[in-house]
């Protein structure tokens, strides 16, 4: 069963895994998983 805890504990990896993410300048691309986290285009270059 799916606890809470262990959601929490996925999303995190998946947001670790995401900003660690290297991007072209140009990408615009918007996906789910930066609504989920408050990732917007500009943030998601900026963490090269």
């Given at each position: ?5 262990k ?7 998946y ?5 660690a993410?290297?991007?072209?300048e140009?990408?615009?691309?918007h996906?789910?998983?930066m ?14």
């Amino acid at each position: 069963m799916m606890t809470e805890r262990k959601l929490e504990q996925i999303l995190t990896r998946y947001q670790k895994s995401f900003v660690a993410k290297v991007y072209a300048e140009e990408n615009e691309e918007h996906d789910l998983l930066m609504d989920v986290f408050g990732i917007s285009p500009i943030i998601k270059r900026e963490n090269k």
